[in-house]
């Protein structure tokens, strides 16, 4: 009920009108189905009982829903196994892919915060940074990342 809650007072924020609980769980099973979550999980609070790869899902799910003008996805990669990892990955895709098709909208910023390179195999970034020591020491194409998992931080540092 969370997640219909924000989404409402989002739409009414906007001038729209709320969606009752029939017409939102219509408005959330295709981005269900493309998580490959099971609608049992909108019975359970929020995070309650998830493993690490359900808690990815959801919080993807969340970004689908609420189409922030930036999101922010914090080690979106931790804990994932490879499938799920893809899963994750190809709904993250999906929802850049359809918010740049949608012409009323600006397409969102996302802001990706990673430690292990394997998730740019999936998304493919516009800029890499490399931040050290709270700062941005460089910047770069998704190469950047390839050249930090081989060498490490030595050539910043």
Known sequence: DLLRMAYNAKLQASGGEELDPLEFYGFLMPKLEQLKMDPSFLQRNVNEGFSGGEKKRNEILQLAVLSPDLGILDEIDSGLDVDALRDVAAAVNGYVAAAEKDESTN???????????????????????????????????????????????????
């Open 107 to 157: 397409t969102p910023a996302m802001l990706m915060i990673t430690h292990y390179r394997r998730l740019l195999e999936y998304i493919q970034p516009n800029v890499v940074h490399i931040m050290l020591d709270g700062k941005i020491v460089d910047s770069g194409g998704s190469d950047l990342a390839q050249i930090l998992e081989e060498k490490g931080y030595d050539n910043w540092m």
